[in-house]
């Protein structure tokens, strides 16, 4: 049996090294705009959800709410699995799937003003909310900025999983 073999056995690593080849496999998808369906899917239910959530706070918030809730459930999640789990291998899925989110509002964010994605609903979230403020000049920059801060998480993510594949959990401090 080989090295690696024996610490994948010892570890039991190998389902958790088969999601990080995985992510591996969606990230430079993303990269290179292959986009991800499925997982889009699952961003595209929260994201409605937070339309719906925000409904009684006012239209911007409305209208912001579909964002908010998409990088509001992986954070919590992230938040979830580092301070109450302490698994530091989910903690890194969740930063994964907060930076895959990220890069898909800066998508979202770029199509301002050619508006050729295909979306649910009758108005661009974002076309309004930059009209509001009087940036519709800079949604490609702003939405660069995100994309390419998504894409950062993304990696930090993949690290983050990868350094934690061997264990489950790893305690932050010990309690005195």
Known sequence: MTKF???VKKYGALPRLTLVAMLIFFTLGIFFGQGLSHIANIDLIFHEAGHVI??????????????LMQIAVPGALLYYFCTSARDYFASGVMLWWLGENLTNVGTYMRDTNVRQLDLIGTGHDWHILFSKWNLLQHAELIGDLFWHTGIMTLLTGLMWALMYSYKKTVPLA???
């Open 174 to 176: 010990r309690k005195l």
């Open 5 to 7: 073999a024996r610490y």
């Open 54 to 67: 925000f409904y009684l706070l006012g239209e911007t918030l409305h209208i912001l709410g579909g964002t």
